[in-house]
């Protein structure tokens, strides 16, 4: 079983900058690949940026790349979002998720290729 707890949400100006770390417990964080998602109020929730285990392969939404950036410290137990020149559409629900699977590469962007999901940290825009 693993546990995820995302945190550094917050209210920001539009053009400004947010960093949110997801903290993971409960299994062999080098094994899992990770995923950020956001879901804002009456809309499905949507693939933002993901990663490999070993850190060596990302992968973005159209509408956030060159923005945003994923990572991750393996040895802290900890994938980090960037998130710069933010705009109000940015603004939603942040979740981050994680996923073992074979195939990762062909269905890193879908929420059902993950297994365990954090509870979500809050991002405002303001214009």
């Known amino acids: 079983q693993v546990q995820l707890v995302e945190s550094g949400g917050g209210l920001v100006q539009t053009g400004g900058s947010l960093r949110l770390s997801c903290a993971a417990s409960?299994?062999?964080?080098?094994?899992?690949?990770m995923g950020w998602f956001r879901q804002a109020p009456g809309k499905e929730r949507e693939f933002v940026a993901a990663?490999?285990?070993?850190?060596?392969?990302?992968y973005y939404a159209d509408s956030v790349k060159g923005r945003f950036a994923i990572s991750r410290l393996n040895a802290k137990n900890t994938v980090y979002l960037q998130m710069n020149s933010l705009k109000p559409e940015d603004a939603a629900v942040y979740y981050c998720?994680?996923?073992?699977?074979?195939?990762?590469?062909?269905?890193?962007?879908?929420?059902?290729?993950?297994?365990?999901w954090g509870q979500g940290t809050q991002v405002t825009v303001s214009s």
């Open positions: 990663i490999r285990g070993s850190g060596v392969s990302t």
């Open positions: 998720a994680s996923a073992r699977r074979r195939d990762f590469g062909s269905y890193y962007s879908k929420v059902l290729a993950y297994d365990y």
């Open positions: 409960g299994g062999i964080f080098s094994t899992y690949d």
